[in-house]
């Protein structure tokens, strides 16, 4: 019915979000239409706020406010600020630094090769990798990308452009989750703690 269409409209832009089926969009347009506390134009206000004061870093392309851009990451001192950490996106960035155990700069890829969705080296953030390796004397580059198929080809693919530039690169361990046991474990993960094994100091 015509007199739907912004309906459509709605489930079809909730839809396009990470996760989010064509029934999860449904429900999710229909709770937001049925709701008389306020919640659609909260929702609407909250999105148009972002849209203006939030973006990703021109240069390590994590998430920061549009009037900080370079982000903070990348423009305080940091204790390893010639060790570049790459991933995937910038959550990632978010995650890791909420960890503690990085004092490094970060770069997003905004994505990983990925044939099958169409993703190449161009649509990733390769160029300005490489630039910024030379820009800011790196000398080491930690590849801190998950351990799927397009993970791995897309580390093995950075290993191979960046050996030639005389920078170690490295990748984050894998291995077993805090807290798990052996026998939770799948043989996968087994073999990459296995062969990640450190000595015990």
Known sequence: MNHLIPLDNLVAALGRLPGIGRRTAERMAMTLVQDRKGLMRLLSHALLEADDAVACCERCGGVTLAEENPCELCIKPRLDAQILCVVETPGDIMKIEQSGGFQGRYHALMGKLSPMQGTGAADLRVDKLLGRIADEGIREVLIALGTDVESDATASYLKEILTPRQVKVSRIAFGLPAGSA???????????AISGRQEMG
């Open 182 to 192: 052996i026998e939770y474990s799948d043989a996968s993960t087994l073999s990459r």
